[in-house]
């Protein structure tokens, strides 16, 4: 009895029991055709498309997994595409048969950011889960970067009118009434600091003139340059007529400057 209800537990039986469900009373156990329009029966179209979705779904899960190599996750995009276009051919032949219209009344599909993904049922290939980050995939969803248009000279001088210019800021009276008060501001602040200038100025001349000497000369005469020119150029003279000269050329010397009013005072 253990036996037979441990038998009844296990994984295989579970998974058996499922797949004897899937296929539903009165239905027999069978490949699902080919093509959509072999089958004549509604209620089999029904479950053929029923098993299309939930492979669809399961295949959609595995796809979301960015681990996978891009192999995989390009084959599972294929293999995901060409369950839609298999689940759009039943629903084509249920209409057909006089059943409900899934591809009008389907619910919408959203994508991870909320947008709605158009033509689930209709023709297009489609990218699913981690293939939208493919090398090349990638770029065809994101939108182009609209060019902000350059304004025609046409477009600049449209603008343009005497507001542009000031000529009527001082209508309304308020900019008049503004620049009034600041140049009132600015006329006190220049006064003042002249006021504090000419303070300091008069107690730095006051200081200095009570501090100079009176015996002080202010005045010296200075030699300009061509004396004291004349003056080296003498200095030099005697110095060699005292070098080379003897003491009776030295006063023949003096004796002729003296004549010429050249001597020494």
């Given amino acids: 009895m253990a036996r037979n209800q441990e038998k009844a537990n296990s994984m295989l039986n579970k998974w058996l029991a499922s797949k004897s469900d899937d296929v539903g009373p009165g239905l027999k156990r069978r490949k699902r055709p080919y093509m959509a329009s072999e089958c004549k029966n509604l209620n089999e179209c029904d479950r053929?498309?029923?098993?299309?979705?939930?492979?669809?779904?399961?295949?959609?899960?595995?796809?979301?997994?960015?681990?996978?190599?891009?192999?995989?996750?390009?084959?599972?995009?294929?293999?995901?595409?060409?369950?839609?276009?298999?689940?759009?051919?039943?629903?084509?032949?249920?209409?057909?048969?006089?059943?409900?219209?899934?591809?009008?009344?389907?619910?919408?599909?959203?994508?991870?950011?909320?947008?709605?993904?158009?033509?689930m049922s209709g023709p297009g290939y489609k990218y699913f889960g981690v293939a939208k980050n493919l090398p090349g995939v990638k770029e065809l969803f994101q939108k182009p970067v609209q060019k902000k248009?350059?304004?025609?000279?046409?477009?600049?001088?449209?603008?343009?009118?005497?507001?542009?210019?000031?000529?009527?800021?001082?209508?309304?009276?308020?900019?008049?009434?503004?620049?009034?008060?600041?140049?009132?501001?600015?006329?006190?602040?220049?006064i003042r600091e002249w006021e504090s200038g000419q303070s300091e100025l008069a107690s730095t001349q006051t200081k200095g003139d009570d501090a100079q000497d009176p015996g002080y000369v202010a005045f010296v005469p200075l030699p300009d340059e061509k004396e004291i020119e004349k003056q080296i150029i003498d200095k030099k003279k005697a110095d060699l007529l005292a070098k080379y000269a003897t003491p009776a050329l030295q006063s023949e010397q003096a004796e002729a400057e003296a004549l010429l009013g050249k001597g020494k005072s």
């Fill in 48 to 119: 053929w498309r029923s098993q299309v979705l939930k492979e669809i779904g399961q295949k959609v899960m595995e796809i979301q997994n960015a681990g996978l190599p891009e192999e995989r996750v390009r084959d599972l995009n294929d293999e995901i595409n060409k369950l839609i276009r298999v689940k759009y051919a039943w629903e084509k032949q249920i209409a057909s048969l006089g059943g409900p219209n899934y591809s009008k009344s389907a619910p919408k599909v959203y994508d991870n950011k909320g947008n709605e993904v158009k033509g």
């Fill in 149 to 190: 248009a350059r304004r025609t000279r046409k477009e600049m001088f449209s603008s343009i009118n005497a507001d542009y210019f000031g000529y009527r800021d001082e209508d309304d009276g308020v900019l008049l009434e503004v620049e009034r008060e600041s140049e009132v501001a600015v006329r006190e602040e220049a």
